[in-house]
């Protein structure tokens, strides 16, 4: 390579390594997984982040230590355990990777049990540096057959693993009994429609199907936008009534919905600005999660991609065409405490329709999720 070469290469920035969130709650079987994920070969170009090397038990598995928390396993993965701030573990990685003291091109994370996902995925997607070096691959949840149902109704950290979740893994069902599986994969799909949800007692979690459920596609290297967004998912969970139907309130996962917002009215650059800041701003606890494929009025033919978790956006993305012949802006929501309705009309107010008849305003302001809802502008 020429100098020229190399200073071009210096200048060009590195393609974002994708990151790969596995979460759970105690006692789901994560370890039991990552255990399995980690003798197989398909890992051995993958830096996998763990909270301590004895909870993995990884000491049979050990080849080279080549830190002094880093470890190389016969598969070819390398092995860290995180110690401090996570964005302190990322940037050393990625240090270790450019002075070329490791090789890796993606990096697996795995969460202790009681992890609310959220701050991780912020991580990921808002620290300045690391959103140019990372791209969100997609987010694994274990789950336990046998003690799932009281994990969901126990502990509202357990219900967002879920909730956010790409992939699910059913672990124990090969201890669990029919009715309690069925029963748990009721309460799955009714809080999560699009992800897929993988039998670990069957072989069907492998990095294959674990792995590379995120934006982009790294066969064909373009964004496979359809699969991401899974809008279908959610259609046919309202038209097949996979929603909640019990509406107890002690229920976690009875606060949770999801919903997908269409229009094929192309939406002005400012307008979504507006939409997704007063979103943020106003909602942002209340958004678990949201992602979407907009068609932005100003540039035709290359629509912009959106992800937010609660009141953080990562960067839109323009991608270079449509993925496929829908021209349609899709926007999928996985809310808490936040009705459909609320976020539907705020949409809708954005884009100019016509608003309904609303309840008078003693009705309004009894609702604490109406937008403003304590003001009425005919007061005014």
């Not at 789901?28 to 890992?43: I, Q």
């Not at 697996?108 to 991580?123: F, K, M, Y």
């Not at 958004?287 to 494929?293: A, E, N, S």
Request: net charge negative; with cysteine; aromatic share 4%.
């Amino acid at each position: 390579m020429s100098e020229v070469d190399r200073s071009a290469a210096r200048r060009t920035p590195p393609v974002p390594i994708p990151l790969t969130l596995l979460t759970g709650f105690l006692g789901a079987g994560k370890t039991t997984l990552l255990n399995r994920l980690l003798k197989d070969p398909a890992l051995a170009d993958t830096a996998v982040i763990i909270n301590e090397f004895g909870e993995v038990s990884l000491d049979h598995l050990l080849v080279d230590y080549v830190g002094d928390n880093m470890v190389v396993l016969q598969s070819g993965c390398l092995c860290c355990t995180l110690r401090g701030d996570l964005v302190d573990g990322l940037e050393k990685l990625l240090r270790d990777l450019d002075n070329g003291r490791v090789k890796f091109s993606r990096v697996l994370l795995e969460t202790t049990g009681l992890a609310d996902p959220a701050p991780v995925l912020h991580t990921a997607m808002a620290h300045p540096y690391l959103v140019k070096r990372f791209r969100l691959d997609g987010v694994v949840t274990v789950v336990d057959a046998i003690h799932g149902e009281g994990a969901l109704d126990a502990h509202p950290e357990a219900v967002k693993q879920v909730a956010v979740a790409d992939r699910i893994v059913l672990s124990k069902t090969d201890l669990a009994d029919a009715d309690q599986i069925t029963r748990l994969l009721d309460r799955l799909r009714a809080l999560n429609p699009a992800a897929n949800v993988l039998d670990a007692a069957k072989g069907e979690a492998t990095p294959e199907r674990l792995l590379n459920c995120g934006l982009y596609d790294p066969a064909r290297k373009i964004p496979d936008v359809k699969k991401w967004l899974a809008a279908e998912a959610y259609a046919d969970a309202h038209s097949h009534g996979h929603h909640h139907h019990h509406h107890d309130l002690n229920r976690h996962d009875d606060h949770i919905v999801s919903f997908v917002l269409t229009t094929d009215k192309p939406i002005p650059a400012g307008t979504l600005d507006m939409f997704l800041e007063l979103l943020r701003a106003t909602y942002g606890a209340n958004l678990l999660r949201m992602k979407g494929i907009v068609d932005v009025a100003e540039m035709p033919g290359t629509p912009v991609v959106v992800h937010g978790v609660q009141h953080v956006f990562h960067p839109t993305a323009q991608l270079e065409r449509w993925p496929d012949a829908d021209h349609r802006t899709k926007l999928v929501f996985i809310t808490k405490d936040l009705p459909e309705r609320t976020v539907r009309e705020l949409f809708e107010a954005f884009l100019g329709a016509a608003a309904p008849d609303r309840p008078d305003r003693a009705a309004l302001t009894d609702n604490p999720l109406i937008p403003f809802g304590g003001s009425d502008s005919r007061a005014r």
